[in-house]
Structure formats: structure tokens, C-alpha cells
């Protein structure tokens, strides 16, 4: 059972405007695996998500994302697992700048981790198990010009 | 008109400050003083308020108080009464948050000094008043938080901009790409929706909200026949128990368009009159009277026809939620994808103003899973208010309302056990000072636990076991309570 979790960040990404994030979990196995088909964005320390994100400065392991809400939603349900055949993957996108606030314009470097069986989540059979965590990929975050 | 006092501006001149703000003193270079070396600054200086202020401020994360003399004591008295006489105190909170104090509502002298230092910081002139160069220079770092209410509400308050009587929410949308648009609820109150282009500087916010407040309610729809249901002495009866049970504007003017009646904001006979023909027209007994089980008519109707700002204001009329003054908004946002979210957060310090936003999800939830949904997140705004900086100590708490009110209707075992296991779970992630001093709650919510689930049926007390298992297996920390 492997899963891999490959994210992106858009070329117009602006700070404090937006963060595009495009997120893949593919199913590097040989047999099926089922994951969290809704593929919600939380923080590591919730409930109700199976995707967070961390930002770092370039090379260092100092974290500068900061939650800046309290969210409140379900677990996915059992229903909601649903199998990936190997080398079939899922996607999604989401905004990293309405969930986590980031220091400033810069370059940083975005992680971005897949839990299916957090916290409350249901026991569902063939599910992956843990935390899988995409490379550090570099971003630049320039300032949003306004169309000056 | 004033030009700020150094290259950081991003103004154009038609944007210039129009509030006006005292003349430009001359800027301390002195770098900020160290935390103990403030407190004995003002000490030494006799300064009572100063050393209250710097001795009650947070170590960690904000940065250290301004050095007294950024502004002269004349200076620091006017930035008081102006900012007095121009916010209320959510926008004063919000201030507080942008200059780093602790965030008590209370506007003085040293709260002026630390706005002064912030406006050197930023190449400003340095007056202690939050004007329009002011909130722009915060504006990337709040909007960088999701803190898009705050400053609708603070520049709202800063302009005198009615955005409350004729709209029932304005918020954020990302995916509106110009500054401005707005829609209207079936109620016709209006929602304004602010695209990221609104959120470049104070002036085109104010701007903004002024255009978006001249774009017109459609028409109402021509009234119904006004019913004839109740006798004189059972309208006046229900009018009086009616006008308790729902008071704000908004909720009578969505419920009196749901009923087929004109837009009005006050209760009168005759929409006792239609009120009780939606009752009988819905199988409940037409006596006019807004009592639960109306509402949850009501509530669900409201969502039906897409009046979710409807429903969400009638649901926190109805059950008078306490938000301890601590609460900017609260709307519907079709764009969330949680049940609810209560923001924004910052880092140490959480005593600042909030907003609810409630999805689609939490919407579509049985009318007792909404009121629960909306009464956890007033839970949250006044734990943010307490400056709860523990995230799991507030999701315990606010989970334990929701699994003890007894104002608000019972949800199913299968909603109040999803309560007790999340609660318990978030129990089990609080410092142990917390579980000390909510360790009497604690004992509370799990004897409420063990009450629900022996009073279910044998298949629910089955399937809910391990839920209640982990409650009694919960060893409490001992000692004294903290403060």
C-alpha cells in the first residue's frame, strides 16, 4: 500500500491574495487503496480532513504557516473512501492563503500531507493507513501588484 | 491631505487621507525598548497607565511596547478622544490587534503610542489615529489571515457606512474577481459579495461598500390576502409573544416575505395572521406563536427558498446567542466547505473580534445539528473573547455546550454521540492546566453521556459503547486549578 502525494503551486500566486494549490494522491501500489474521495483541507492538529500543508523558508525546517481559523467539520464517511486502482490518482485545489498566513512575500518551500485515518475518521477496510507527505516544493510568493 | 512621511506608500492621489489627523510630530528613531526596560521607563516616568499597560502585555508573540515619546502627552490625549468618537469597540479590538497590545477594547494613551509605533514602522505619519493610510498599511497582514471582516466592519465604523439595516451579509468571495458585487436575499436584503481587488487599501473598501449599498432591492412581490385565522384576543396574545420570540429586523423581514406578506421589520397583527395560516398550511396548530417547533417549520422553509441568511439570523434571534460583544458578522457563505468556521485566529492572543461563516453543509444538517452548529461557534467568539488560546480546550468546551444545552432542542443520539466522541477526543489533546480547570465540566458532560446513551435503545447503546468506554476510562489530572 504506497501512496504518492505530489502538490504544485500556481504561477499566480500573490501575497496576500491568493496561493493556488493543486494536490494529486496517486496510488503507487499494486493492489487497490481507498482514500478520502472529498480530499478536505484542515490543519495537522484537527479533525474532519484528510489533507494540511506546511510552509518552511527555503531549506530550513522552521515552520512559518499559521492556522488563521477554527473550522468545524464531519469525518468523511465510510462511503466516501473510495478505491484507487494503481496508478489511478485523485485531485484537487484549494487555496493555501484561506487557510494557513504566511509571513510575508517570499520564497518558501510548500509541503503538503494526505491522512485519511486522522483523528475520528472511520475504520474502513483498505484504506491507507497514515500520513503521506509530498516533496518540498519551491514557491515564490510576490507581492499582488493591483495591476499597477 | 497628508503624504505619508516616507517611500512606502501605495496610494494614488485620488486616495489621499481625508480624515484628518493631528500635525506630524517629529519620528523617534529609538529602536523599541525590551519589555523590562519599558515597564522601568514608565515607572521611572511616573507613568501609572504606561506601566499597567506594559506590565500586562503578553511576552511572546507580539513585539515590545512603543518607547514613550513617539507621541507628546497632548498628541496621546487627542488620539484618545478621536479614536473614541470614531470606533466602536470591535474596531477597537481589531486596532489593537494591528498595533500589537493586548486587546482590551479600551483605547487609552499607551494604546495610541503603540498605533504611533506601528505607523513608523510603516513610514506613516505618526499621529496615534487609525485613518485610511493606517488600516491600508494593515491591510495585507489582515487579509493574509482571513480577516476580511475586520475590516469591513472597522472601515464600515471608520465611514459611517450602514451595512446592516437594508444588508444581511457582506463577505469575502474569492471567486468574484471585480471589487463589488451584490445579490438579494429572497427577504430583499442585500448581500454583498467583495472580490480580492476590494481588499487594496481602505479608501477602495469604503468605496467599494458605498457603491454596492446604491444597487436596489428587486421589487417585493405583490402581497397575499391577509388571512383571517385567530380572533382578535389570540392575535394580540401571540403579537406579545411573538415580538419576544423574535425581535431583529432581519428575522421578521425574511419571515414576513415567507409568509407571503409585505417586506416589513416590525411585528404586526397581520403577520400573526399569515404566521398562522404557514402554520396550519404545514400541519402545526395555527396559533400564531413562534415557538420551537415553528421555527424549525420556519428554519427549513427559509433554506428551501434559498434564505439562508434568513435562517441563520432567525436561528440566533430566536435563541439569543451570547457572543460577549465579541462578534463582527455572521453569514452564509456558499464557498465554505466546513459546516461552519469561526475566524480569524492569531498566534498567542485569540481576544480579538470574530465572524461565523456557515456552509452548505452545515445548512443541510437536521434543524438541530444547525442550532448546534451555530451555537458552537458563538461558543468559540466568546472563548476568543476570554482569550482562550487553546484550540482543543475551546473545541472541548464548545462541544460541551452543545452536549448540555438546555436551551436549544435535543439532537438525535446519533448527533449527540458524534458531539461526545469529538469532545472526548479533543479532552484528550488539552494541557493538563486546562483539564485541571475544566475538570468539574468534564465530570458534567460525562454524566450526560452515560444519561443519553442508557436511556437508548439497546442497538444505539451498542453502537455508541466505545464512545462511552473512553469517557469512563478518563483518568482526571489532580492538583489545584490554575488561574
Do not use: C
Not at chain 1, 111 to 138: C, K, N, W
Request: proline residues 8%.
Amino acid at each position: 500500500m504506497s501512496l504518492a502525494v505530489e502538490a504544485s503551486v500556481g504561477p499566480d500566486a500573490r501575497w496576500p491574495t491568493t496561493i493556488p494549490v493543486h494536490v494529486r494522491i496517486r496510488n503507487d501500489g499494486e493492489a487497490p487503496v481507498r482514500v478520502a474521495r472529498r480530499l478536505a483541507v484542515g490543519y495537522r492538529d484537527a479533525d474532519g480532513r484528510e489533507l494540511f500543508a506546511e510552509v518552511h523558508p527555503p531549506g530550513s525546517d522552521e515552520l512559518v504557516s499559521r492556522p488563521t481559523k477554527i473550522y468545524d467539520r464531519d469525518p468523511a464517511k465510510p462511503e466516501e473512501y473510495v478505491p484507487l486502482a494503481p496508478g489511478e490518482e485523485l485531485a484537487t485545489d484549494f487555496d493555501l492563503i484561506r487557510w494557513y498566513a504566511l509571513p510575508g512575500p517570499g520564497s518558501y518551500e510548500l509541503q503538503v500531507f494526505y491522512e485519511g485515518d486522522g483523528m475520528l475518521a472511520p475504520q474502513v477496510d483498505g484504506a491507507a493507513r497514515g500520513i503521506y507527505a509530498s516533496g518540498r516544493v519551491p514557491f515564490d510568493l510576490p507581492e499582488e501588484t493591483w495591476g499597477a | 491631505m497628508v503624504e505619508p512621511r516616507s517611500g512606502m506608500s501605495t496610494h494614488t492621489h485620488a486616495e489621499q487621507e481625508q480624515v484628518a489627523e493631528a500635525p506630524v510630530p517629529e519620528a523617534s528613531s529609538a529602536p523599541a525598548m525590551p519589555l523590562p526596560l519599558v515597564q522601568a521607563h514608565a515607572i521611572a516616568a511616573g507613568s501609572a497607565q504606561m506601566a499597567r499597560y506594559a506590565l500586562s502585555r503578553q511576552p511572546a508573540p507580539a513585539p515590545a511596547p512603543p518607547a514613550a515619546g513617539a507621541l507628546n502627552d497632548a498628541q496621546a490625549t487627542d488620539a484618545v478622544a478621536w479614536t473614541n468618537r470614531k470606533y466602536d469597540e470591535l474596531s477597537i479590538g481589531i486596532i489593537q490587534h494591528i498595533a500589537a497590545v493586548p486587546a482590551d477594547r479600551v483605547f487609552t494613551e499607551a494604546t495610541a503610542q503603540a498605533v504611533a509605533t506601528f505607523q513608523q514602522t510603516n513610514g506613516l505619519l505618526v499621529d496615534g489615529k487609525v485613518g485610511h493610510q493606517t488600516l491600508t498599511a494593515a491591510f495585507p497582514e489582515r487579509v493574509g489571515q482571513s480577516g476580511h471582516d475586520q475590516l469591513v466592519h472597522i472601515v464600515a465604523d471608520l465611514e459611517d457606512i450602514d451595512i446592516t439595516t437594508t444588508t444581511s451579509a457582506v463577505r469575502f468571495d474569492p471567486t468574484v474577481a471585480v471589487r463589488g458585487q451584490s445579490e438579494f436575499d429572497p427577504s430583499g436584503l442585500r448581500v454583498i459579495k467583495l472580490g480580492a481587488p476590494a481588499f487594496q487599501s481602505s479608501r477602495i473598501l469604503r468605496d467599494t461598500l458605498k457603491a454596492q449599498l446604491l444597487t436596489r432591492a428587486p421589487a417585493a412581490a405583490a402581497a397575499g390576502p391577509v388571512p383571517s385565522i385567530l380572533d382578535d384576543t389570540s392575535t394580540a396574545i401571540a403579537l406579545i409573544v411573538d415580538q419576544v420570540a423574535l425581535s431583529h429586523p432581519h428575522s421578521i423581514q425574511a419571515l414576513s416575505v415567507l409568509v407571503g406578506g409585505p417586506r416589513i421589520t416590525a411585528w404586526n397583527e397581520d403577520l400573526v395572521q399569515r404566521l398562522a395560516a404557514n402554520q396550519q398550511a404545514n400541519g402545526r396548530t395555527g396559533d400564531g406563536i413562534v415557538d420551537v417547533g415553528t421555527l424549525e417549520v420556519l428554519v427549513r422553509q427559509l433554506i428551501a427558498n434559498n434564505d439562508n441568511n434568513g435562517a441563520i439570523r432567525m436561528i440566533v434571534d430566536f435563541f439569543a446567542f451570547d457572543d460577549m460583544d465579541n462578534l463582527t458578522t455572521i453569514y452564509f457563505d456558499p464557498t465554505e466547505t466546513a459546516n461552519a468556521e469561526t475566524l480569524p485566529l492569531s498566534s498567542g492572543e485569540e481576544n480579538q473580534p470574530a465572524s461565523i461563516q456557515v456552509g452548505p453543509a452545515g445548512m443541510a444538517q437536521p434543524f438541530a445539528g444547525l442550532v448546534h452548529t451555530i451555537e458552537h461557534e458563538f461558543s468559540h467568539v466568546r472563548l476568543m473573547r476570554q482569550n482562550e488560546t487553546d484550540i482543543p480546550t475551546q473545541e472541548f468546551l464548545s462541544e460541551a455546550i452543545e452536549m448540555t444545552s438546555t436551551i436549544t432542542p435535543q439532537e438525535d443520539i446519533a448527533g449527540f454521540m458524534n458531539d461526545a466522541d469529538r469532545g472526548e477526543a479533543q479532552w484528550q489533546r488539552m494541557p493538563v492546566d486546562r483539564q485541571i480547570r475544566h475538570r468539574d465540566r468534564f465530570l458534567e458532560v460525562r454524566e450526560e453521556v452515560r444519561r443519553r446513551h442508557a436511556a437508548s435503545t439497546a442497538a444505539e447503546q451498542a453502537t455508541n459503547q466505545a464512545i462511552v468506554d473512553r469517557w469512563n476510562n478518563v483518568v482526571l489530572p489532580a492538583g489545584p486549578p490554575g488561574p
